[in-house]
């Protein structure tokens, strides 16, 4: 018995909404997975077994790190070392924190990859002005945050340290757990990095915000005003009043210095 033409046009309309539901799943899973870094290396999330799985997942983090969500914390000082760190983010999950800091014998930046709230791997270069060797660069690679391979290399100058190549390494005892919490913290001004205004410095050419705590041996923070606004002169005006409150406003990093943007007392 032969389908009357009404039983197979609704048969062929709903075979065309099934094929249309599928082809936007697909769709939007697809877009789903191009946002994650893993999706740029044609590899599975988490699957990461060796340094060379590791190492393309922080390739691929370089090459699409304009493509994350930027966030950067204030220059916090204690002693003779200083530093800020740079947040990238996918879909609000960090892929990637940067510790840029400075010290008396010279520069260190610290590249921390992570996936799914688990360190793979670490980053250490450092430059010292005064003792040898003045490069060194050294990676550690962890799994399920234990680390699993250790490499290292130094030079006395650019060019040899650029032709040199990382050898194996003793490795260090690292609270990874510790080190994520502490650089989060820094980036949110929580815990240690919760700041106080302290007061407000005059100079010709800028102000600068001051924030500190009150512990010995606490962070403080530099801000360097260049426009003023209603905020500012309220803080000029009346310095003792605010002295030991919580401020909240916006920055920007230039040059490794933090530019006030505008705030509010909290």
Known sequence: ?????????????????????????????????????????????????????????????KLHISEFEKRESLVFNKGEYSFYVTRYSSNGNPVLYIEHGDGEMGSVEKYYYVDRQQLLLLIEDVFNSYESPRYRSRREYYRNDVLFHADSKSADDAAAFNAAKHEKA??????????????????????????????????????????????????RAVIRVENEDEFIRELVTNADKYKGSSLSFNWEIKDGEAIYEGGKIR
Not at 178 to 201: P, V
């Open 1 to 61: 018995m032969s389908k009357s033409p009404y039983i197979k046009v609704r048969y062929l309309t709903f075979l065309s909404c099934i094929f249309t539901m599928c082809v936007a799943i697909s769709c939007n899973n697809g877009e789903v997975k191009e946002k994650h870094p893993q999706a740029k290396m044609g590899i599975a999330p988490s699957v990461f077994l060796d340094e060379s799985s590791i190492n393309g997942y922080a390739d691929s983090i």
């Open 170 to 219: 003793d490795g260090r005892n690292r609270d990874v757990g510790e080190i994520l919490e502490h650089l989060e913290s820094a980036i949110k001004n929580e815990g240690e990095f919760d700041l106080a205004f302290e007061g407000i410095t005059e100079y010709p050419k800028a102000r600068y915000i001051i924030l500190s705590k009150k512990e010995l041996k606490s962070y």
